[in-house]
């Protein structure tokens, strides 16, 4: 079974930047679809951003609470996902999910068929 471990939270005052890692294990798994999730405290989880390949095209998606602050990228390499987040906000604070891309809407949770454990991500004001 796919097994999908994210990496790289923290603490991090208001402004700084994190890189979050979502490396696959187990069974070969290609992260060609991939999305990352948060849920803060007292929250329902949301979306946040999603790298989705479809037909030879790479589509970007981003909620618009990080447009132009955070960026999904792919190592093809590594065959890791990455979320760099800039200009972090205290808002931002939250567990941060990895998971990929089965079927459906790129903003529905129910889209994705494996998510990582998470990692948690605090900013400081």
């Known amino acids: 079974q796919v097994q999908l471990v994210e990496s790289g939270g923290g603490l991090v005052q208001a402004g700084g930047s994190l890189r979050l890692s979502c490396a696959a294990s187990?069974?070969?798994?290609?992260?060609?679809?991939m999305g990352w999730f948060r849920q803060a405290p007292g929250k329902e989880r949301e979306f946040v951003a999603a790298?989705?390949?479809?037909?030879?095209?790479?589509?970007?998606y981003y909620a618009d609470s990080v447009k132009g602050r955070f960026t999904i990228s792919r190592d093809n390499a590594k065959n890791t996902v990455y979320l760099q987040m800039n200009s972090l906000k205290p808002e931002d604070t939250a567990v941060y999910y990895c998971?990929?891309?089965?079927?459906?809407?790129?903003?529905?949770?129910?889209?994705?068929?494996?998510w990582g454990q998470g990692t948690q991500v605090t900013v400081s004001s």
């Open positions: 998971a990929a891309h089965s079927s459906g809407t790129y903003y529905s949770g129910a889209s994705y068929a494996h």
């Open positions: 187990g069974r070969t798994f290609s992260t060609y679809s």
């Open positions: 790298r989705i390949w479809s037909s030879g095209t790479t589509y970007y």
